[in-house]
């Protein structure tokens, strides 16, 4: 069993609210009661209003588990000091949640344990010469892009403005420049951590730079990051937008992709995200065709193809900053929305796309004629991969320095979002399955790629082993040396994992 898969049953199958081993259990208030003790206006206990808020706002039914007390540490002092109560009270499990968006139960929410929600550390602030953003780990997209555009600047960030920035940025971070500027943990210049010793370091390039790697990619597995001080640069509007497609056209934007993925076209400076789309209840397949260009008079051969598909059904393509993309991209979901995700990573071929559209649309009608009232919305989404850093500044993600995948690779992500709770076990079936024949033909064809991307995995899959053996050691040994109680191991049960 993957050690991702293992949290999952200790997350939901072992109650937490079996605190306290029995030993120090007598000596010991409950967790909730000590951290309520230090920080009292920042624990909230079920049936508050604080709590019920937190919880409601996960974006999926499936992540509003009922932990036994939310604490919302508003410095980085609060989270040491809570780190330090969680490491007295050891056999307590707890969360660390960002933004919400991972849609993975007991990734950013425990259920009977502690929840550390960071939204209240958003802070996001600007140097005097603009070149670091210094944003609080709970801040959300939307808000970092309102700084620094206000300076005529951008950052890599997240592509909907509702996503954190903590999780988003620790396991990776694909954003609108990214085939130029690589990955968003990459233009991160420091973190903030707290450690499970509960004290504040300081992770980059010059002090404690193998904790600075193992961040990027590696998420919960090494502490709490408070801060995140990201690289800004020059950027003034970009050029994009979607064009929506009915599915007369699926051949031709398949047909177009492939060629935008050619690698003699590859333009540093264009961004593509196709999703395909079934909606069970309109009874209807369509597409998206997402596109950015970072220079808005600059030539657009490369996308070439994929804008004269067509007919279109409505088309936004414009100029506006990254920011207004992001914001227009909040998609509300059903209140009692679920969602599971499991995404692969393929080099591109003349056939492969084809034979992937046909395996998802069948298991896409199948699912819909079997779960005809789940409100199911089946798609998926191919982009590319973004390139790795210079050697000299190592991410977790496991590219050598010299290797091109924002070129020919491609990354598949396929979501399910229903609303009936019965369909989750085979809707679960169904989602690895397709991955499984995914990978199946392309290791056929010679194009299957070990890499699959952690943020939009599904809890099933073995994402630290996907970046390598060597990554993964790497990873290891410095959970060791930064964490050697093993607390993100062992109290931070979701996620994925390091042990083997
Ligand atoms: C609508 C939507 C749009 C998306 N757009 C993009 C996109 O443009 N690009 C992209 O790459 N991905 C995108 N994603 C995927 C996204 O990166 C993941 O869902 C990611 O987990 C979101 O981060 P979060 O902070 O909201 O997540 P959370 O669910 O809060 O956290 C995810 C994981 O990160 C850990 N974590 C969070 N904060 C910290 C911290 N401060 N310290 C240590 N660990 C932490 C949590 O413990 C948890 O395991 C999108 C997802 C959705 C649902």
């Excluded at 670091?132 to 206000?150: K, M, R, S, T």
């Excluded at 997402?290 to 808005?296: A, L, R």
């Excluded at 992500?413 to 690895?432: C, M, N, R, W």
């Excluded at 996907?466 to 040396?481: E, F, I, N």
């Amino acid at each position: 069993m993957p050690s991702s898969r293992l949290c999952y049953f200790l997350t939901t199958l072992i109650p937490s609210s079996v605190f306290l081993s029995a030993g120090v259990a007598a000596s010991l208030p409950s967790p909730c009661t000590s951290l309520s003790t230090v920080l009292p206006a920042q624990v909230f206990f079920p049936g508050t209003e604080g709590y019920n808020t937190s919880i409601s706002s996960y974006r999926y039914v499936q992540t509003r588990l009922l932990p036994a007390c939310i604490v919302k540490p508003r410095y980085a002092q609060n989270v040491s000091k809570i780190v330090e109560i969680l490491g007295r009270h050891n056999s307590t499990r707890f969360a660390i949640r960002g933004g919400g968006h991972n849609v993975n139960p007991g990734f950013a929410n425990i259920e009977n344990g502690v929840t550390i929600d960071m939204r209240d550390m958003n802070t996001v602030d600007i140097s005097r010469h603009g070149e670091v953003v210094e944003v609080g780990a709970g801040a959300l997209w939307g808000h970092v892009y309102d700084v620094v555009e206000q300076r005529g600047l951008s950052i890599l960030g997240g592509r909907v403005a509702s996503v954190g920035v903590g999780g988003l940025t620790t396991g990776g971070g694909i954003s609108y420049l990214s085939p130029k500027r690589g990955w968003v943990c990459d233009s991160v210049k420091n973190f903030e951590v707290v450690l499970s010793n509960s004290s504040i370091v300081n992770a980059n390039a010059t002090s404690e730079s193998s904790l600075f790697a193992a961040l990027k990619g590696g998420q919960n597995n090494f502490g709490i990051v408070t801060r995140f001080d990201l690289k800004t640069f020059p950027q003034g509007p970009i050029w994009g937008g979607t064009i929506t497609l009915s599915n007369a056209s699926d051949t031709a934007l398949l047909r177009a992709f492939t060629m935008f993925k050619d690698p003699s076209s590859f333009d540093p400076h264009a961004h593509v995200i196709i999703i395909f789309m079934y909606d069970v209840a309109q009874q209807s397949f369509f597409s998206l065709n997402n596109m950015w260009h970072s220079k808005p008079n600059g030539s657009k051969k490369a996308l070439q193809g994929l804008l004269n598909v067509g007919p279109q059904i409505n088309n936004t393509i414009g100029v506006a900053y990254a920011g207004e993309y992001a914001k227009i991209s909040v998609m509300p979901v059903p209140q009692n929305a679920r969602s599971q995700w499991a995404t692969t990573t393929f080099a591109i071929s003349p056939t492969i796309l084809f034979r992937v559209h046909k395996i998802w649309r069948s298991a896409s009608i199948r699912l819909g004629q079997k779960f005809q009232k789940a409100n199911l919305v089946s798609s998926y989404t191919i982009q590319s991969v973004p390139p790795p850093p210079p050697g000299s500044r190592p991410n977790s993600l496991g590219f050598s320095p010299y290797a091109n995948p924002e070129k020919d690779l491609v990354n598949f992500l396929v979501l399910f979002q229903y609303e009936d709770p019965k369909a989750t076990q085979e809707l679960q079936d169904s989602i690895l399955g397709i991955i499984n024949e995914i990978d199946k033909i392309a290791e056929v064809e010679g194009i299957k790629q070990r890499f699959k991307y952690l943020n939009y995995a599904h809890w099933h899959q073995d994402i630290l082993g996907s970046y390598g053996q060597a990554s993964l050691q790497r990873m290891q040994k410095v959970a060791k040396k930064y964490d050697p109680v093993g607390m993100f191991q062992n109290q931070v049960v979701g996620g994925f994992k390091l042990a083997p």
